[in-house]
């Protein structure tokens, strides 16, 4: 994450400025393990002066994933949140009902290893059990709130790879959805319980049988990619419960690649990019593997 300066200080009262909930300690921590920089070079001064202009670079990943490997990928993490990467096949949080194990157990026992007992996880959204890509956790109640609150400015932007092609390179879906039976959602007309929904897409390749899309969400509902372009006439590949070649029973091709949201304390604008899984493009009947 990169912050401007605005007047001259200690590199440790600049820091302190930014992220009013870390100690002074942690703080100082940061500098001395070199995880600092100052126009583009490593500083671990906590008292050299920095002045109006300068760029500060924080890179906590540096020191925290150095302790205890992470089970998945983790993209960024401070006091506040954390970012990783959730895998196709697993889901988000469990409940009483799924049982087992899920992303957010899984990443809540490992920070609770990395910050020795003194971090939780707090669940900010969600992807489907099939769906792999980022993921945001906050770190207190507080903090998700806040999130959650500012979520509508968030960008959040998806590999597809459907069946057929959806009839112009770009365009959008606008609906309503309705869950129904056995938790599927429906288009459906406005009407009581129905939620509105707005799905962006462009095409990125095509074949004869497939098309690669880039989907950005307008809105957040369960499902509402893999609804509206099944409506396209374009089920994402592998996504049986809406529609496509039941010939490929696991992952669904859909990766949720980019996200960006503002820092819930600085305002910075914090953006995440993950790449496209291994064997995403490959189609191969039911005995494929995730991966």
């Known amino acids: 994450m990169k912050t401007a300066v605005t007047s001259e200080m200690t590199l440790l009262d600049h820091l302190k400025v930014v992220f009013q909930n870390a100690s002074k300690t942690t703080v100082k921590q940061w500098i001395t393990h070199g995880n600092i920089k100052v126009n583009g070079s490593m500083v671990t001064n906590p008292s050299e002066l920095v002045h109006p202009g300068a760029i500060v670079e924080y890179n906590r990943q540096e020191v925290r994933i150095g302790r205890v490997k992470p089970p998945y990928p983790v993209l960024y993490e401070d006091d506040l949140i954390l970012v990783a990467e959730k895998p196709a096949g697993l889901l988000t949080?469990?409940?009483?009902?799924?049982?087992?194990?899920?992303?957010y157990k899984i990443m809540q026992l490992w920070n609770k290893e990395n910050s020795r007992g003194k971090e939780r996880l707090f669940i900010v959204h969600r992807l489907d059990r099939e769906v792999s890509g980022i993921l945001v956790f906050a770190k207190s109640e507080p903090i998700q709130q806040k999130i959650k609150s500012d979520w509508s400015r968030a960008k959040k932007r998806y590999y597809a790879l459907t069946e057929g092609y959806p009839g112009k390179e770009e365009g959008s879906v606008k609906g309503w959805l309705m869950e129904g039976p056995q938790q599927r959602m429906f288009s459906?007309?406005?009407?009581?319980?129905?939620?509105?929904?707005?799905?962006?897409?462009?095409?990125?390749?095509?074949?004869?049988?497939?098309?690669?899309?880039?989907?950005?969400?307008?809105?957040?509902?369960?499902?509402?990619?893999?609804?509206?372009?099944?409506?396209?006439?374009c089920p994402v590949v592998g996504d049986r419960r809406y529609g496509a070649d039941d010939r490929f029973h696991r992952r669904i091709r859909l990766h949720a690649f980019y996200?960006?949201?503002?820092?819930?304390?600085?305002?910075?604008?914090?953006e995440f990019k993950s790449k496209m899984p291994r064997g995403f493009l490959i189609l191969k009947p039911e005995d494929e593997n995730y991966g």
Do not use: C, W
């Open 259 to 270: 996200l960006s949201l503002f820092h819930p304390v600085n305002g910075q604008l914090l």
């Open 188 to 233: 459906v007309q406005e009407q009581d319980g129905a939620k509105y929904a707005v799905t962006h897409y462009k095409v990125m390749d095509r074949t004869p049988d497939y098309t690669l899309l880039e989907v950005e969400l307008g809105t957040g509902r369960k499902n509402q990619i893999r609804v509206h372009l099944a409506d396209l006439g």
């Open 93 to 103: 949080v469990g409940n009483k009902d799924t049982g087992g194990t899920s992303f």
